[in-house]
């Protein structure tokens, strides 16, 4: 199975779904992964009702960071911003599928920060944090 999974992952980073930066766009942010450098900016389009119609984004990191956008990104069309936000950070997880150290666990959740602390503004750090500590002893 982790094969698979392994497979998974390295077509999503080869073959990036949803990629480049949408201009114009309803949201727009970026950032990083202190640990390893790993960038991702993250921009969405939302239709009248609120709802996420079109994903763009660009960055740079390894397979696992890369991977974890693409299949993000796939995840949000259809949803609206405060639906999409409320994404468990296991979701995340589940989709690349392997075991992961906690340094690859951060690589993997870079797109759900970015929505994050991007939809909360200014107090989104505070909500990334708390987020990132849920069952951090599972990493």
């Known amino acids: 199975m982790e094969d698979i999974f ?9 073959h990036q ?12 942010h970026e950032e990083c992964n202190p640990l390893c450098g ?4 993250l921009t969405l389009r939302l239709d009248q009702a609120g709802i996420i119609t079109e994903v763009g984004w660009d960055g740079e990191g390894c397979a696992i960071s890369q991977a974890a956008a693409s299949m993000f990104g796939e995840q949000l069309l259809g949803l609206t911003l405060a639906e ?18 906690i340094n690859r666990v951060k690589c993997a959740l870079l797109p759900l920060k ?3 602390v991007g939809a909360y503004g200014t107090v989104g750090n505070e909500h990334w944090l708390r987020i990132e500590a849920e069952g951090s002893d599972d990493g």
């Open 17 to 28: 779904r949803n990629w480049g930066v949408l201009e114009p766009n309803d949201f727009d």
């Open 6 to 14: 392994r497979e998974l992952i390295l077509d999503h980073a080869r």
């Open 38 to 41: 790993d960038s991702l900016r």
């Open 114 to 116: 970015v929505l994050v």
């Open 84 to 101: 999409a936000r409320q994404t468990h950070k296991q979701q995340l997880l589940d989709n690349i599928g392997l075991r992961l150290s």
